[in-house]
């Protein structure tokens, strides 16, 4: 993705917002070639190899282990001249700490959102339990190819979308650290619980184990006191700046 986005032409220009998502869509576009399903092919071979857990286990079966049926979320912030842009397809989250408060710099993209549902259905899909035809639980993503075959639509229209909606905000003397994690780092805590863990953390601590010791408050002492809360996967960067 970086070695697509620099090399655009509406990067070259500062066309900023515009090269974010093209990218998104390229890389999409990059995914359904038989170089780029391959890769995703090679990747899962390497990931069940390593794997001591039966496939049923890990949430799939033998049969629908292709390409097609792989995809991810992603969130992006490029930082240019003192301003961010930030893109973003699915539910993964960057939040801004900005004098004590939490401000959501993306918006989760969920099946039961309006535009979210009212894009699944005229592309022909269902939301089922907050789940696009009672699977995914996200309505944007990269890859996941098998919710993006109708040839009749746009990449933008289709069930899933790897259009990301991209945000500009300024860096000020005000801005003390972002977060950025997927969903299962916002399972448990509200953006605002996270950023002020972090001001308390950060006060004593590194920023490693500052993140660590999040991580860990989040994670499920016993998955079933939780119903399965906090047993998600858990990615997350934290980003500080100098003043």
Do not use: W
Not at 142 to 169: C, F, H, S
Not at 208 to 227: F, G
């Amino acid at each position: 993705m970086p070695d697509e986005l620099i090399k655009s032409a509406e990067y070259k220009a500062g066309k900023y917002e515009q090269a974010l998502t093209n990218v998104f869509l390229k890389i999409d576009e990059m995914l359904q070639t038989e170089e780029g399903r391959s890769e995703i092919s090679k990747l899962n071979k390497e990931f069940q190899a390593q794997s001591t857990e039966s496939p049923s286990k890990r949430g799939f079966d033998e049969e629908d282990e292709g390409p097609e049926m792989k995809g991810c979320t992603s969130n992006v912030i490029l930082i240019k001249d003192k301003i961010m842009y930030i893109a973003n397809a699915g539910d993964s989250r960057s939040v801004l700490a900005t004098k004590g408060s939490a401000v959501e710099l993306s918006k989760d993209h969920k099946p039961d959102n309006d535009i979210e549902r009212k894009r699944i259905y005229k592309a022909g899909g269902t939301v089922v339990e907050g789940r696009v035809d009672g699977n995914l639980n996200l309505s944007r993503a990269l890859g996941d190819l098998r919710y993006k075959t109708k040839k009749e639509l746009k990449p933008q229209e289709q069930m899933i979308t790897a259009n990301p909606d991209v945000k500009k905000v300024p860096i000020t003397p005000d801005c003390d650290f972002i977060i950025m994690g997927c969903d299962g780092i916002y399972e448990t805590k509200t953006s605002q619980q996270i950023v002020d863990m972090l001001y308390d953390n950060l006060k004593t601590m590194t920023s490693k184990s500052s993140l660590e010791r999040l991580l860990d408050s989040i994670i499920s002492p016993d998955y079933i006191k939780t119903e399965g809360a906090g047993c998600d996967n858990m990615t997350s960067i934290l980003i500080q700046f100098k003043k």
